[in-house]
């Protein structure tokens, strides 16, 4: 079986919509992959929906609103809104881009989507008050090892986790399968996925999806650090 690998510079035009890097036409047995830009001034959609979104700032700084209380993101960090929670992210800023990925179960896509960055809906809905969970990938150990996670279901994620994984120079991770499938997006550098014995070279910028049960691994091919972030099924 062979992976997905896509990179949002093939489906993202500058100044576009949203991109879909991982849609239901590829078959994901647990979320789809989006990636978006929020120009200075300009917001994500306003709406309110049953499920959680699973959010990386890739680029930029902005506030993210949950219920009408403003939340502070910068660059690194990885958020989780909970469902049921009116929300939208601001780029308050006069210069300078917002630049993220957002991870959605299913269901998301199943019904109709959440809509592109600019297009306000439900606007003035109320929902739980919950608050979003914001974790800075600067809190984390960004060393070589086992994936670090940055949420998972102690912070109430239901479908799925967001961690992180690094490999240095000459390093590997090892060989292993896993029933679900593994979900990656490159945040740094480059490196060599092998998947059932083939390579495939990923760089930053590019979404993996390895099929289950798949036999994979990650192997180093340039003088820096490879980073990535995994989305994996609970």
């Known amino acids: 079986m062979e992976p997905l690998i896509r990179n949002y510079r093939s489906v993202y035009q500058p100044g576009g919509e949203t991109a879909r890097l991982v849609t239901l036409a590829d078959n994901p047995p647990t979320c789809t992959l989006n990636y978006s830009v929020i120009e200075p001034g300009k917001t994500s ?73 600019g297009t306000p809906r439900n606007t003035g809905s109320q929902g739980t008050g919950q608050p979003p969970v914001i974790r800075n990938l600067s809190q984390i150990d960004q060393s070589d090892g086992p994936a670090r996670r940055l949420i998972d279901t102690a912070d109430g994620a239901a479908n799925y986790l967001m961690a992180f994984r690094s490999l240095s ?12 499938e593994h979900l990656a997006y490159i945040l740094e550098g480059s490196c060599t996925l092998v998947v059932d014995g083939k390579p495939f070279t990923v760089r930053e910028g590019d979404v993996a999806l390895v099929p289950p049960n798949a036999s994979h691994e990650w192997r180093s091919d340039s003088p820096r650090q ?5 989305f994996n099924p609970l």
């Open 226 to 230: 490879a980073k990535w972030l995994v």
């Open 169 to 180: 120079p000459g390093s590997v991770a090892p060989q292993h399968a896993h029933p679900g």
């Open 45 to 117: 959609a306003h709406h309110i929906h049953p499920w959680e979104h699973e959010v990386f700032i890739l680029e930029g700084s902005g506030v993210l609103v949950c219920d009408g209380k403003e939340y502070p993101v910068t660059q690194g960090d990885a958020v989780l809104i909970p469902g049921n929670v009116d929300h939208y992210t601001r780029n308050h800023r006069r210069t300078g881009v917002i630049r993220r990925i957002e991870a959605n179960p299913l269901a998301a896509s199943r019904s109709g989507g959440t809509g592109n960055a």
